[in-house]
């Protein structure tokens, strides 16, 4: 087979990616890699159909693009369903039965159908997110991937002047808290402590910028917490328009990757009485955006 990639969207020749001519439950060739690495960089975000695999092939895919991301910072650490190298987005308990209305698990994870880049909280923010879609809801579950370089482009040259330099606080607790999950234990706030990224960032290969947003944004450095907010709403309902955004109908073994430093995605709702089972593993990042200050 010959690796192939086409646009999803003719019309969006540079954004979402289909590639072709592949078996990723099978070793991945070097000049594979830099074929998909390349499609990444061009694309931000890629689809391979049809992959049966199980979690050490994901695995082993995902390492053949860079080293991993653990799962830490999550609340079921001690219990959990998945090992540490696979996030867990699924709406099932280790029994593998949809968990309970009110199971805090459950309504933590409802912060993906809120817009975001992975593990923005993180000091070091994640590169690649793959994720594997093992059972599908039958209704909604789609989710909506935005061109963040596509959505810089666009804006003025006064608005490009004034958030250049901006450097914004990100934190679990501001997206969470958005949704009304303000109690956390003295661990979870310690673990959940905000980052700093900048607003603004520049891909290494391609050299576009992008901005830079996510629920997990709550604060900027040097201004008010109003106003700050104000700001970063109006960029994510910017970078939000329809014209930047592709949704994903997911398909029972879709693999998707994004790269997190050029797209922001959320999920869509779904009917919570079925159950949906997705996995994702992570590419690790290998800098931070900005230097970090510890609180005081």
Not at 189 to 211: E, I, M, W, Y
Not at 248 to 262: M, P
Not at 273 to 289: E, I, L, Q, S
Request: charged content about 25%; overall charge neutral.
């Amino acid at each position: 087979m010959t690796l192939s990639i086409r646009p999803a969207n003719p019309e969006r020749p540079d954004f979402f990616g289909v590639v072709g001519g592949i078996d990723l439950r099978q070793p991945i060739s070097r000049e594979a890699v830099c074929a998909i690495e390349a499609g990444m960089d061009r694309f931000a975000a890629l689809v391979f159909h049809d992959q049966p695999i199980d979690d050490e092939q994901q695995l082993a895919f995902t390492r053949s693009l860079g080293p991993l991301e653990m799962a830490t910072g999550d609340f079921e650490q001690k219990n959990r369903r998945l090992s540490m190298a696979v996030n867990d987005i699924s709406n099932v308990d280790n029994d593998n039965k949809v968990r309970a209305r009110d199971d805090r698990t459950r309504l933590f994870s409802l912060g993906n159908m809120l817009w975001h880049s992975d593990s923005s909280f993180r000091a070091i923010p994640a590169k690649y997110s793959i994720l594997s879609a093992r059972v599908v809801n039958p209704i909604g579950g789609n989710t909506e991937y935005a061109d963040m370089r596509a959505a810089y482009d666009a804006l003025d040259s006064a608005t490009k002047g004034e958030i250049e330099d901006l450097v914004c606080e990100h934190s679990l607790m501001y997206s969470r808290g958005s949704l009304g999950i303000l109690d956390y234990s003295d661990e979870e706030r310690a673990t959940f402590r905000p980052v700093r990224q900048r607003l603004v960032r520049t891909h290494p290969v391609t050299g576009r910028k992008s901005l830079y947003l996510a629920s997990h944004a709550g604060a900027i450095v040097g201004m008010t917490m109003p106003e700050a907010r104000i700001l970063l709403r109006d960029l994510t309902e910017h970078a939000t328009q329809p014209k930047f955004v592709y949704g994903h109908a997911w398909r029972r073994w879709d693999l998707v990757i994004w790269d997190n430093r050029q797209v922001m995605h959320r999920g869509r709702r779904y009917d919570q009485r079925h159950a949906r089972d997705m996995r994702r593993t992570t590419v690790a990042g290998d800098a931070p955006t900005t230097a970090q200050v510890e609180a005081a």
